[in-house]
């Protein structure tokens, strides 16, 4: 989940966009209110006051924000570095002071300042942690993997953990879990304006192994483009209440999806190792990279990746730019079986493509036996059609 809110004060709508696509170009998560409000109705934990033209203006501004939110970072920009006004920003009461345009080390680095500073001073519980899975394209197994991933993230963290299907008309999370739900997140959507944690907690269906779900749309045009900051407010409030929100976004880059991606501390993006799966993973790639999602925060995972690989995973890599982060084998009888069942694979007994699950997860965790596994990388094909297609 974002790390930071953040608003940027400023009548300037090119500054804004500026402003916007280098706060969210870092690896810090951070969302961003529309200049009036945060996304979640309170007070930022970030603010950017555009002082370029007029200082004094500015300076007033920081001022009366320092009064109303004195927890807030404040940055003020300039046009140049004059130390008389870097003098008189700090005692209105700005935590950093950039000349326009920043280089984006800087600009990062004052963000990193922000970030711990808003850490040490912080007396609640660590943020959620936020993880988004994409598909390269349709079929390639994202649900399975957002699926198992958050049932394993429940049971070996014993914590709170969720799971949010995003997909529109065809989400199939409760279904994969053999679970049935009268609601939907379109019924959190639809009712902001009484949403809150018990009236949340009556949308949501639990799982045996503990995984908490909110289930996908049944219509094919919801949630809208429209819905995307509802979708960041239902993001936010589950964040208040689970410790991990696994993030199941389909295999489109629609304004939901992004809003999710731009919400999340890890973002994985599941292909499988054949060539339509290699071109449209690129192209994910470019776009991510575009919108602004750090590259930082991008992992790589194949699946139904088994020997002999169709395509070396060393050309795969050299063809996306980025290594591949995890593979996970092709095992269909297991999976088919686990899916027609409604179990996850972690409760059907050991398999091979059980313990990487495990694995895998341990690794997002951080405990013992999460290691990678090591890939054997030869292969008789290569991608000249890949090459071509380009």
């Not at 922000?114 to 912080?122: G, K």
């Not at 049944?218 to 993001?235: K, N, Y």
């Not at 689970?242 to 939901?256: H, K, R, T, W």
């Not at 972690?346 to 596994?373: K, M, P, V, Y």
Request: proline share 5%; glycine share 8%.
């Amino acid at each position: 989940m974002a790390l930071l809110t953040a608003q940027i004060l400023s009548d300037d709508e090119g500054f804004r966009k500026a402003a916007s696509e280098l706060l969210r170009s870092g690896a810090v998560p951070i969302s961003i209110g529309d200049g009036a409000s945060t996304p979640t109705g309170g007070h930022a934990d970030l603010v950017v006051v555009d002082g370029r033209n007029q200082h004094d203006y500015a300076l007033s501004e920081i001022e009366r924000l320092r009064i109303a939110a004195p927890s807030a970072s404040i940055i003020m920009v300039a046009l140049e570095s004059n130390p008389d006004l870097i003098l008189q920003a700090m005692r209105s009461g700005a935590n950093e002071f950039l000349a326009w345009p920043p280089s984006d080390k800087s600009f990062q680095e004052a963000i990193r300042r922000v970030t711990s500073r808003r850490n040490a001073s912080s007396a609640t519980r660590p943020h959620a942690t936020t993880i988004a899975f994409v598909g390269a394209k349709g079929g390639t197994g994202t649900t399975t993997v957002a699926v198992n991933c958050a049932v394993e993230l429940a049971r070996l963290s014993k914590r709170p953990t969720m799971i949010v299907d995003l997909k529109a008309g065809l989400g199939e999370v409760t279904l994969f879990l053999g679970v049935r739900s009268r609601y939907s997140l379109l019924d959190a959507i639809d009712n902001l304006h009484r949403l809150d944690s018990g009236f949340l907690k009556e949308l949501i269906v639990k799982h045996k192994s503990g995984l908490e779900i909110l289930a996908g749309s049944d219509h094919f045009d919801r949630p809208a483009g429209s819905e995307a900051g509802a979708v960041e407010q239902v993001l936010r409030l589950l964040a208040q209440q689970f410790e991990y929100i696994v993030v199941d976004a389909g295999s489109q880059l629609n304004l939901s999806a992004t809003t999710a991606l731009y919400m999340s501390d890890s973002i994985y993006l599941v292909a499988n190792p054949d060539v339509p799966c290699v071109r449209n993973a690129q192209r994910l790639l470019d776009r991510i990279g575009q919108l602004g999602a750090c590259s930082e925060r991008v992992r790589i995972l194949l699946n139904r990746a088994h020997e002999p690989f169709p395509i070396p995973l060393d050309q795969i890599e050299n063809a996306l730019g980025r290594k591949i982060d995890h593979t996970f084998p092709s095992d269909y009888r297991t999976v088919s079986t686990a899916l027609n069942s409604g179990v996850p694979l972690a409760l059907t007994g050991n398999s091979d493509i059980a313990s990487r699950f495990d694995r895998f997860t341990r690794g997002i965790l951080n405990l013992a036996g999460g290691d990678s596994e090591p890939t054997d990388r030869r292969s008789p094909l290569g991608l000249q059609r890949i090459a071509s297609m380009w």
